[in-house]
Each structure stands twice: as structure tokens, then as C-alpha cells.
């Protein structure tokens, strides 16, 4: 069964610190992983995709096959990226989209 | 415009009714999912569908039930049999190979 996991409920920064936003998947297939990021009072929009290797809004994720994680990192955190943070996996042929529980970024002064 | 939408923005039932929450798009996407969001728990998968009249069971598909007579449609019934309806309720569809997009949500009360 796939299963994604985001160990922290929430991760509190100060303005410019760095920032990691962990999450570990279980799927014994090829997985596609993706960020998705929902603002306040906004619908949840993706952010980014391990097949793109792009970079959002100074975000990039690395997807590592060996420890079956693929977590979001920022080098230095601004105050809009205030937020809560989902990871997801989809399996490749049957398209079930499996989500994390989710991590609330807060980034302070 | 292209899109998702999801209607009502709210939604309240009575203990005991089935109530339907709508899901639209007009992005030619052939998979379209219904997702529950509550505090704490993120988002869990009730239904999915890959194409027309076809659709599979989520994690916690029990006391829901879904259709999809249309690729552009794919509407979310709670039925009296969820024993905790109230909840937030998402839909998004996709293509392969791409992210999901996502509606704005509809919140159901049971009063």
C-alpha cells in the first residue's frame, strides 16, 4: 500500500533561516511525488514535481529513491511562504493520489 | 476561463439525509478525485476516477458513493450512512503526468 508520511505538524522559522519540510513515502513501484501548498483562505495548488526538477518561489524537492523521502527545501524563508505544506505520491498506472498529513510552515520576524 | 468547480460553497444537511456535493471541470482531464480534509488528518481519498464510468475506492470510501456519467462530472454523495459527515470536502482532477488541480472546497454541517 502507498503511504506518505510528514513527521512534522508544524515548523516554525525565522525570516531568512533555512528551511526543510520532510517527507517520506512507502510505494514498492516507480512514484511520482509532488509539493502542494495551500495559503490562507486559497485553494490548494501544486507547487512543484519531482519529474520537472524545477524551482517555485525558491523552493526545490530532490527525490531519493534510497531513503524513499523527497523533501522540500528553501535556503531562505520569507514571510509569504507562511503556509501549509503537502506532500503526495501518485502510482504511476492507477493514478491514486495519496496525500500527507501536512505541515504548517510559519515563518516569523 | 478553465477550471474547477465545486458547488455548494457550504452545505448543510440533516442527521439521517443524503446530500450530493457537485464537482465540474472543463480541463479535459480524464482523472478526477474526491478528497475529505480535516484538522490534523490532511487530505484523505474517498473516490477516484481514471475515466468515464469508472471509478475506485479511496481509504475511506465507506458512506459515500460517487458517479461519473460525464468526463467533466464527477458528483460526491454523503450518504446517512458516513457516521461523521461534517467535514470539508475536495475535489481535483489531472492528467497524466501532470499535478492536480484543485476546487475551492465544499464545507458540509450536519445539524
Known amino acids: 500500500a502507498q503511504r506518505v508520511t510528514q513527521p512534522e505538524k508544524l515548523l516554525s522559522v525565522f525570516k531568512g533561516a533555512p528551511v526543510e519540510l520532510k517527507c517520506n513515502y512507502s510505494?514498492?513501484?516507480?512514484?511520482?511525488l509532488f509539493w502542494y501548498v495551500q495559503y490562507s483562505r486559497q485553494r490548494l495548488q501544486l507547487l512543484l514535481r519531482h519529474i520537472s526538477r524545477e524551482s517555485i518561489k525558491g523552493f526545490t524537492a530532490d527525490l531519493n529513491k534510497g531513503e524513499t523521502s523527497f523533501h522540500l527545501k528553501k535556503p531562505f524563508a520569507q514571510e509569504e511562504d507562511s503556509a501549509m505544506y503537502y506532500c503526495?505520491?501518485?502510482?504511476?498506472?492507477?493514478?491514486?493520489?495519496?496525500f500527507g498529513t501536512g505541515t504548517r510552515l510559519q515563518v516569523t520576524l | 476561463d478553465g477550471g474547477i468547480t465545486q458547488s455548494p460553497k457550504y452545505l448543510f444537511r440533516k442527521e439521517g439525509q443524503n446530500v450530493t456535493l457537485s464537482c465540474e471541470q472543463n480541463?479535459?482531464?480524464?482523472?478526477m478525485y474526491w478528497y475529505r480534509q480535516d484538522p490534523g488528518q490532511g487530505l484523505r481519498l474517498i473516490y477516484y476516477?481514471?475515466?468515464?464510468?469508472?471509478?475506485q475506492k479511496g481509504d475511506i470510501a465507506e458512506g459515500y458513493s460517487v458517479s461519473r456519467e460525464k468526463k467533466e462530472s464527477f458528483p460526491l454523495t454523503v450518504t446517512s450512512a458516513q457516521k461523521n459527515p461534517t467535514a470539508f470536502y475536495l475535489c481535483?482532477?489531472?492528467?497524466?503526468?501532470?499535478?492536480?488541480?484543485f476546487g475551492q472546497g465544499t464545507r458540509l454541517t450536519v445539524v
Open positions: 480541463l479535459n482531464h480524464d482523472a
Open positions: 510505494y514498492s513501484g516507480s512514484p511520482e
Open positions: 481535483a482532477s489531472s492528467i497524466q503526468g501532470a499535478g492536480a488541480f
Open positions: 476516477s481514471q475515466i468515464v464510468n469508472d471509478f
Open positions: 503526495a505520491l501518485r502510482t504511476g498506472t492507477a493514478s491514486k493520489l495519496t
